[in-house]
């Protein structure tokens, strides 16, 4: 593909327009939207009215008449549809790490102690471990990983309390299927927590459809609704009632504002809330989901993905054509394929290095260190364009090929990588 091919891919795209929509700079190609979602252009605007006028001219008045209250299940009722929720069963709160912790304790107490052991993958992201662990040694259990997806049927056994899997995976941008893991985890006996963090807006999710029994998210990756944007939370509405989550703030009491001194929780997802909404990031997520709903108006999730894939396989494409001693590591079937491209270069080229002279070219993606290194490129259809691909393979190929990587500047490693 060309730039002449990529443009009329472009013009014949029905989500073209939505690119308007973000406050993309000039002579940037963004392909880090899985990381740090593009900023809408009504955001800034959205966050100094929430300061300006609630804030500084309505003050405590605005929890009511803003309702920024309200703002953890409104929110929640925007996300849903995207999700295979219905309105109510999802909350708006805290981040992905903190709700992963009230999930999983919340799954292991409605195992009530018969099984105790959470099997997740090793190569899931970090914080996800990190989290289980901290449950597990809360519940005398044990986190038991699997080494390959392969591995993770026969790790479903009598002592599996909870499979908790993300379901697109941060480094490689494998999917799972959702609708399979889950059955083969309940038919053990153990329930189903997913991580949506690199699927929420992306890939077609059908929580109840699979009737999954939890699942969180990040706000901040495809949702574009800013950095350290709250994450979500769902519970299946069958759990209902039978569940505590361990953050018993107030604000998931059923009567917060009777101020009584016995916790009591509240019904259904409220009680996963702890404590007070950060209105302000919660407004940044308010205004990115006005964007879906123009998304919605376009095709919708459907178009979504179609646009994602195509975007995805011609980068592959191109890659595969034009840089040499690439490996790809991410699915080329596109069943088993979120919405990035990851790909490692040969011994003796550092990726971190290139990754920095792409970002010094304009063309921004990022590197995760192990085993192999990778260098990641996300493809937000909400805003990236099939120029944006060409872009990115003309300029990969072109460092990687000219070894214009290899200097001081790019090889000395920043904190945030
Ligand atoms: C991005 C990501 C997170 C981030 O968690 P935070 O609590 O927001 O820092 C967690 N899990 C997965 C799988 C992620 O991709």
Redesign the pocket.
């Known amino acids: 593909m060309n730039l002449d091919d990529a443009k009329r891919l472009d013009a014949a795209d029905p989500l073209r327009s939505l690119r308007e929509l973000f406050a993309l700079p000039e002579g940037i190609t963004y392909l880090d939207g899985n ?1 740090l979602g593009a900023c809408p252009k009504a955001t800034p605007e959205r966050i100094q009215r929430a300061v300006t006028q609630e804030w500084a001219q309505g003050l405590i008045k605005s929890w009511n008449s803003a309702g920024w209250i309200d703002l953890p299940r409104r929110l929640g009722d925007r996300l849903a549809p995207w999700l295979g929720a219905r309105p109510g069963e999802v909350l708006v709160a805290d ?4 709700n ?1 912790y009230k999930v999983l304790h919340a799954a292991l107490q409605l195992q009530q102690g018969q099984r105790r052991v959470i099997v997740s993958e090793r190569s ?2 970090p ?2 471990n990190y989290i289980a662990q901290s449950v597990v040694r809360a519940h005398g259990g044990e986190l038991v990983l699997a080494e390959t997806p392969e591995d993770i049927p026969a790790l479903l056994d009598e002592r599996c309390a909870v499979l908790m899997l ?1 379901h697109v995976n ?1 480094r490689s941008g494998r999917m799972h299927d959702m609708g399979l893991l889950t059955r083969w985890a309940q038919q053990a006996g153990a329930l189903a927590v997913w ?1 949506l ?2 699927s929420a807006g992306i890939v077609p999710v059908d929580l109840l459809g699979c009737a999954a029994d939890f699942a969180i998210g ?1 706000g ?2 495809y949702l574009n609704g800013g950095p ?1 944007a709250p ?1 979500f939370v769902w519970m299946h509405p069958r759990h209902e009632g039978q569940v505590f989550q361990p953050l018993t703030g107030w604000l998931g009491h059923a009567h917060p504002f009777d101020f009584d001194s016995e916790y009591l929780p509240a019904p259904g997802i409220q009680q996963y809330q702890c404590g007070t909404p950060p209105v302000l990031a919660m407004t940044g997520l308010d205004t990115a989901l006005d964007v879906y709903d123009a998304a919605q108006q376009r095709g919708g999730m459907r178009a979504l993905r179609a646009k994602s894939l195509a975007l995805t396989e011609a980068f592959i494409a191109g890659v595969d054509a034009r840089v040499p001693g690439a490996e790809i590591h991410t699915p080329r079937d596109a069943a088993a394929r979120g919405s990035q491209v990851s790909l490692s270069l040969p011994e003796g080229v550092d990726g971190y290095a290139v990754m920095q002279a792409l970002i010094a070219r304009g063309v921004i993606g990022d590197f995760r260190a192990g085993v192999p290194e990778l260098l990641r490129f996300g493809f937000a259809p909400l805003y990236n364009s099939f120029a944006d691909v060409v872009q990115g393979v003309d300029a990969l190929a072109d460092v990687v090929t000219s070894g214009a990587w290899n200097a001081p500047e790019f090889t000395s490693r920043a904190k945030v990588t």
Not at 95 to 98: A, G, K
Request: glycine share 4%; charged share 15%.
């Open positions: 990381s981040s992905t790490s903190i992963l899931n992201f914080t996800d993300t941060y991580d963090a690199h990040c901040y990756k350290g994450a």
